[in-house]
């Protein structure tokens, strides 16, 4: 496995999570490091969603439905890519899963109930 999720958990709306990726291998490393990476996610019985992305420059994106709520940064000393997640909705419920081009992890339940 490239990389490496973790942090997920079951949190009450309105709460807040902070979601952890971890570069495993040499390659996800240098992956990281260089390009940019992303988190994506996948709700039952939906296709699996970008969420936020972080350029090598820093520059970030979001989808419209968690703008103003989650941020994405980058250690780039630890390897890791974060994802802080605010005012958590009970539709962000997904396994979430970290990406850099063609890399990813295996994925990390977040529930939210209502």
């Known amino acids: 496995v490239q990389l490496v999720e973790s942090g997920g958990g079951l949190v009450q709306a309105g709460g807040s999570l902070r979601l952890s990726c971890a570069a495993s291998?040499?390659?996800?490393?240098?992956?990281?490091?260089?390009?940019?990476a992303g988190w994506y996610r996948q709700a039952p019985g939906k296709q699996r969603e970008w969420v936020a992305s972080i350029a090598s420059d820093g520059d970030t994106n979001f989808a419209d439905s968690v703008k103003g709520r989650f941020t994405i940064s980058r250690d780039n000393a630890k390897n890791t890519v974060l994802l802080q997640m605010n005012s958590l909705k009970p539709e962000d419920t997904a396994v979430y899963y970290c990406?850099?081009?063609?890399?990813w992890g295996r994925g990390t339940q977040v529930t939210v109930s209502s």
């Open positions: 990406g850099c081009n063609n890399l």
């Open positions: 291998t040499i390659t996800s490393k240098i992956c990281i490091s260089r390009n940019a």
